[in-house]
């Protein structure tokens, strides 16, 4: 058994103080939502009394019900559209050897390169004409397009560190490329799809420029959008801003929190690979 020594009390020292680094931005925003109305100072001094009432003014003002749901809504579909196409056109260009499936990994790889900045101008005005402006689904379009390459590059590098034995054996068995990658190639991507997952939904979740764009005008808006509300240019209710980034928070950080185990081996699997 491995003995507590100085250079574990000394590394168990180094973690406490990271931890109190990634806690503390969360205690100034917790400790400033239960804050009454009022002048923002002091953000690390706890003021009496505290109250709740932010929270449910938050929730009313800033329709946070509607914004929680929209969220929701282009999160999930995004999320698995990402995770089946860049699963399945992953498989071929790991498994092949052709200097097609080359050229083609390459071509995903040149939209990592590439800004969607740089296209934001056409492509609101493709969705324009495809009347996807104010529509969830055409957020849901966007989204999908933009993350699949990013995605592409985890599923191919973490495939090609996975043995071809098990799939083999079902072909023998008389099960077709589809039926071996749905049946047993896509169980053990479990790892790098939980990572792929939780990237990008906080991607999706947290983002703000994309829906304050193609969400304007209408009643849809996403979570961030709608905290954004509260801020005004010659005034800003800090109080409700912060409580509403806590409720925006709360889903996302579940999330991350109940898949962070298959985060960790499937940054480990891509590393491998």
Known sequence: MNRYSAKTFGLEVVMIL????????????????LRKQGFVSDPLVLHWPLTLSNYGSAWRQASLGKALFDSLVITVASVTVVVVVSSLASYPLARSTARLSKWAFALFMLGLLLPFQLALLPLYTTMRDLHLIGS??????????????????????????????YEEAAVLDGCSPLQAFRRVVFPLLRPITGTVIILNAIFVWNDFLTPLLYLSGTTNQTVPVAIFTFVGQYTSNWQLVFAGLVMGVAPILLVYFAMQKQIIRGFAGGLKG
């Open 18 to 33: 990271v931890g109190l680094v990634f806690v503390f931005p969360l205690y100034v925003l917790v400790n400033l939502s």
């Open 136 to 165: 969830l689904w055409g957020l849901i379009l966007f989204y999908s397009g933009l993350q699949v390459p990013f995605c592409v590059f985890l599923y191919t590098a973490f495939l090609r560190a996975l043995p071809r034995d």
